[in-house]
C-alpha cells in the first residue's frame, strides 16, 4: 500500500485519473526526470543534446556498481542537498531543494521536508525499476 502522502504528490501532480494509471517514482521521473535521461531512463531526453554533460544512463547504475543497485548513492545524488561542494560542479538540478520549495509552501516546513524525503524515495524505487 502507498504511503498517503505519496497519494497526495501524485494527486497534486497528475490529477486523479493520471494517478491511477502509473506509480508514484514513474509520474515523479516523467515530470522531473525524463527531459533529460529520457522516458526510458538512457539519457536520451529531449534536452540531452542540450546539455554541457550527457545525461546518465541510468539503467545500467547496478550494472556499474557491480550487480548492485546503489539506492542510498542514487537518493542522495537526487536529493543534492547534502553533496560535499568541494566534490565538483553538478550539472544536474539539487531536486531536494526544488521539490522543498514548494512543498513546504503546500505542508510548512516539516510536512514539505516529509514529502520532499517521500518524493525522492519514490523516484530512487522508480529508478531502480528501470535497471536491466
Known sequence: MKSPIAALIMALALGSAAAQEMN????????????????????????????????????????????????WRV????????????????????????FLEDDARVFGPNGGEIVTTERIHELATYIESLQK
Open 24 to 71: 508514484y517514482g514513474q509520474a515523479e521521473y516523467l515530470n522531473s526526470c525524463a527531459s533529460c535521461h529520457g522516458s526510458g531512463g538512457i539519457g536520451n531526453g529531449p534536452l540531452a543534446a542540450e546539455l554541457k554533460t550527457p545525461p546518465a544512463d541510468l539503467t545500467v547504475l547496478g550494472t556499474r556498481n557491480g550487480g548492485s543497485f546503489p539506492y
Open 75 to 98: 537518493l542522495a545524488v537526487i536529493d543534492g542537498r547534502y553533496i560535499v561542494p568541494g566534490h565538483g560542479e553538478r550539472d544536474m538540478p539539487v531536486w531536494g531543494r526544488q
